[in-house]
């Protein structure tokens, strides 16, 4: 089969690249992987097509290697990409900053326009820019397009927005809140309304995304008016290794007191905080293990967790005024009933009902887990990020042919 119609989507981190080719229109997948360890001394490739899987180890230079094994894994499989070519490569790109507020064909002047905004998201950005070039470097001629995690909640109302700091000293630094996780959360609302049978422009919903990474996002008439996340991917909700929101007097606090650098407080809010700093553990199974064999310390982390969830399905219950429809979504929240259950636990006044049930159902559709006839639906709608990717990819291909 030929690849001229599949999207190749790239997702690329500072020593991982993930792929996904497929078909745009119908979802079908034709190939997945992912790059691992790029620049340690082993690295690995998983490749899955065709109903198997093949693997490569070894050292992987940089991504430009890691990419280039992964088109000969590919000609393997029966998809040569460099000969017969793909329709487009949709590269996932955390920040857009200002700049980009919709998914955007990529040029030279691009790439230098989303490296300078490495300032704002330097774990991200850089390593975004390295897949997009590789790709470029190897797919001469194959329209490249990136797509936003920001984008969704470019025209997020000012107050939402705005942090109460000096304003010329947030005009100067591009301080705001940005909002990530955006294609996730405009997939998911779009196929809430859908599951609803309902035009979103009619709908008030709560989006919950819970994977490794977490965030919240209130939408009004399919456009967000508030998220929990902010000029990084740190605030809000507790996350797997995130502390999510702090008071920012910690901060100096910590470089003061326990003399971490600026690049330690970094590294222990982002890497070292959240389930993990509080349990030791990341992975929400293993924190279930915990907790069922007593570990209070694994007990307080899911508490607080919760905990910071309800206070945001509050806030946004009051902001959007009423609610027609709350969504989980992403690794946690399609795969964990008691998070759904206990994050919504007693709110039968507010018209908020789980059928434990349907919320226990083994199903990987999107579902209903209210019961039939509640005024709120409770929603489980699996993410596809880069179902939405590739769509956006082709869009924009389609546009400017
Ligand atoms: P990422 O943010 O990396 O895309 P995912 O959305 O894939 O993350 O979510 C990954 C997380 O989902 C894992 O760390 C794990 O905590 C959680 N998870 C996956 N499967 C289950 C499950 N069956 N029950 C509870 N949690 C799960």
Same mark, same amino acid.
């Given at each position: ?47 899955? +097509? ?50 980009? =507020? ?15 905004? #490495? ?14 070039? #590789? ?7 194959? &329209? ?14 000012? +107050? +939402? ?16 809140? =940005? ?7 405009? =997939?998911?609302?779009? *196929? +809430? ?6 035009? &979103? ?86 924190? *279930? ?26 806030? =946004? ?19 964990? &009933? *008691? ?16 059928? *434990? ?17 509640? &005024? ?26």
């Amino acid at each position: 089969m030929g690849a001229e119609n599949l999207v190749l989507v790239i997702n690329s981190g500072s020593s991982s690249i993930k792929y996904q080719l497929l078909d745009p229109g119908s979802g079908v997948l034709a190939a997945s992987g992912i790059v691992e360890r790029i620049g340690e001394d082993t690295g690995g490739i998983e490749h899955h +097509a065709d109903g198997r899987t093949i693997e490569h180890s070894g050292r992987i230079a940089d991504h430009t290697a890691g990419l280039r094994s992964v088109f000969d894994m590919f000609a393997e499989t029966g998809h040569d990409l460099r000969r017969a070519g793909v329709h487009a490569v949709g590269h996932r790109v955390v920040h857009g900053g200002e700049v980009f =507020y919709r998914p955007t064909l990529i040029d030279d002047a691009v790439v230098a326009a989303i490296s300078e905004l #490495s300032a704002l998201a330097p774990l991200h950005n850089p390593a975004n820019v390295a897949g997009i070039e #590789s790709a470029r470097q190897l797919l001469p001629g194959v &329209p490249q397009v990136a797509v936003f995690d920001t984008a969704f909640f470019h025209g997020l109302p000012a +107050a +939402a927005k705005t942090y109460a700091i000096d304003a010329k000293v947030a005009a100067a630094h591009g301080i705001r809140r =940005y909002g990530f996780h955006g294609t996730s959360h405009e =997939y998911v609302s779009g *196929q +809430a309304a859908a599951l609803l049978g309902r035009d &979103p422009a009619e709908l008030n919903q709560i989006v919950f995304h819970l994977g490794n990474g977490a965030s919240a996002s209130a939408v009004r008439g399919g456009r967000p008016i508030d998220t929990t996340m902010g000029l990084t991917p740190l605030e809000g909700l507790v996350m797997g290794t995130r502390s999510g929101d702090l008071d920012p007097g910690i901060v100096p606090h910590l470089m003061r007191s326990a003399h971490l650098s600026i690049d330690e407080v970094d590294a222990l809010l982002n890497r070292d905080s959240g389930i993990k700093g509080l349990s030791g553990v990341n992975d929400f199974r293993e924190l *279930q293990r915990l907790i069922d064999a007593g570990d209070e310390q694994a007990r307080l982390a899911y508490d607080v967790y919760i905990h910071r969830l309800r206070r945001y399905l509050g806030a =946004y219950l009051i902001e959007l005024g009423g609610v027609d429809a709350i969504t989980f979504t992403a690794g946690v929240g399609e795969n964990s &009933p *008691q998070v759904r259950a206990d994050a919504l636990a007693g709110l039968g006044h507010f018209g908020i009902e789980v059928d *434990q049930t349907r919320n226990t159902a083994k199903n990987r559709a999107a579902r209903y887990i209210s019961p039939d006839g509640a &005024p709120i639906a409770v929603l489980v709608v699996p993410t596809n990020e880069e179902l939405a990717i590739a769509r956006a990819a082709a869009q924009v291909v389609a546009e400017t042919a």
